[in-house]
């Protein structure tokens, strides 16, 4: 395994100077690995809680996650780990995912017609079927050892955040830099983009900084605006970013509220 492992799994409230401790709006699922590695776990964190622990159903090294309805893992080597489809609930339906190419990645993300995976060696970003088969590289980012990716919808890019390094950035699929910021540490992992209030989340993972262990949330201009939940040793992250559909008793009531603004409409018009 090409990355440390440090630390186990673990939930405490503190409070830093200056910046609010406030967990995720949504649920945020991340990969997760005990001190010595084995087992690991997916784990479900929002708010300030952990609210679901899956231990990994299909082999240790089931880094790298994809959330879109469902969540979908793979392992972090096409050679060493499979991973695997569960339900939002964690309860894996047995259909397993095995990358088909010599790549190294930690995270993935999907946009609910491909998964991308940024390769660890080489920066090359990748973009697979939903079950992790035909990859074709797109383009290679800057920088070394980068870890984290997360889609955004809002322009059809995609975050990508170093281990080696401070950046987080945000490039176009076919590799333009957008935009990026730095976070001011290295180690940053789990990148993941709430759909919610388009903010980012990572873990930050150095070990000299007081919030180790410990997700962070920034705009997507890199102001730090809250520390979240204690976390372990994270390394994939992401939200569920398919759409959310509306209750059906949401859009009766809406259909009916339109109905109702048309009658007075109407009678207003043949008074």
Same mark, same amino acid.
């Given at each position: 395994?090409?990355?440390?492992?440090?630390?186990?799994?673990?939930?405490?409230?503190?409070?830093?100077?200056?910046?609010?401790?406030?967990?995720?709006?949504?649920?945020?699922?991340?990969?997760?690995?005990?001190?010595?590695?084995?087992?690991?776990?997916?784990?479900?964190?929002?708010?300030?809680?952990?609210?679901?622990?899956?231990?990994?159903?299909?082999?240790?090294?089931?880094?790298?996650?994809?959330?879109?309805?469902?969540?979908?893992?793979?392992?972090?080597?096409?050679?060493?780990?499979?991973?695997?489809?569960?339900?939002?609930?964690?309860?894996?339906?047995?259909?397993?995912?095995?990358?088909?190419?010599?790549?190294?990645?930690?995270?993935?993300?999907?946009?609910?017609?491909?998964?991308?995976?940024?390769?660890?060696?080489?920066?090359?970003?990748?973009?697979?079927?939903?079950?992790?088969?035909?990859?074709?590289?797109? %383009?290679?980012?800057?920088?070394?050892? @980068?870890?984290?990716?997360?889609? #955004?919808? &809002?322009? +059809?890019? *995609? !975050?990508?955040?170093?281990?080696?390094?401070?950046?987080?950035?945000?490039?176009?699929?076919?590799?333009?830099?957008?935009?990026? %910021?730095?976070?001011?540490?290295?180690? @940053?992992?789990?990148?993941?983009? #709430?759909? &919610?209030? +388009?903010? *980012? !989340?990572?873990?930050?993972?150095?070990?000299?900084?007081?919030?180790?262990?410990?997700?962070?949330?920034?705009?997507?201009?890199?102001?730090?605006?809250?520390?979240?939940?204690?976390?372990?040793?994270?390394?994939?992250?992401?939200?569920?970013?398919?759409?959310?559909?509306?209750?059906?008793?949401?859009?009766?009531?809406?259909?009916?509220?339109?109905?109702?603004?048309?009658?007075?409409?109407?009678?207003?018009?043949?008074?």
């Amino acid at each position: 395994m090409k990355a440390p492992f440090v630390a186990a799994v673990a939930l405490v409230a503190v409070t830093f100077a200056g910046v609010a401790l406030a967990g995720p709006t949504s649920q945020l699922y991340l990969t997760t690995v005990n001190p010595n590695g084995s087992p690991t776990y997916i784990v479900t964190v929002q708010g300030n809680n952990v609210i679901q622990t899956i231990t990994d159903a299909y082999g240790i090294g089931e880094f790298p996650i994809a959330v879109y309805g469902d969540i979908r893992t793979t392992g972090y080597s096409y050679i060493d780990a499979v991973g695997g489809q569960y339900s939002l609930g964690g309860t894996p339906t047995g259909t397993s995912y095995l990358l088909q190419s010599a790549v190294y990645a930690y995270d993935s993300t999907s946009d609910g017609f491909h998964n991308y995976l940024v390769d660890w060696d080489t920066g090359t970003v990748y973009q697979t079927a939903r079950d992790y088969t035909n990859p074709v590289a797109l %383009f290679t980012s800057s920088g070394s050892s @980068n870890i984290g990716i997360t889609y #955004d919808a &809002a322009n +059809h890019s *995609l !975050w990508i955040s170093a281990y080696s390094g401070s950046l987080v950035s945000d490039y176009s699929l076919n590799g333009t830099l957008l935009s990026s %910021f730095s976070t001011g540490h290295d180690f @940053n992992v789990a990148l993941a983009l #709430d759909p &919610a209030d +388009h903010t *980012l !989340w990572l873990a930050n993972e150095l070990w000299t900084s007081a919030n180790y262990h410990y997700l962070e949330q920034y705009s997507t201009t890199g102001v730090l605006l809250s520390t979240g939940p204690y976390v372990g040793y994270a390394f994939g992250g992401e939200f569920d970013l398919a759409p959310t559909t509306p209750e059906p008793g949401t859009l009766i009531m809406f259909g009916s509220g339109i109905l109702g603004l048309a009658g007075v409409l109407r009678r207003k018009i043949n008074l």
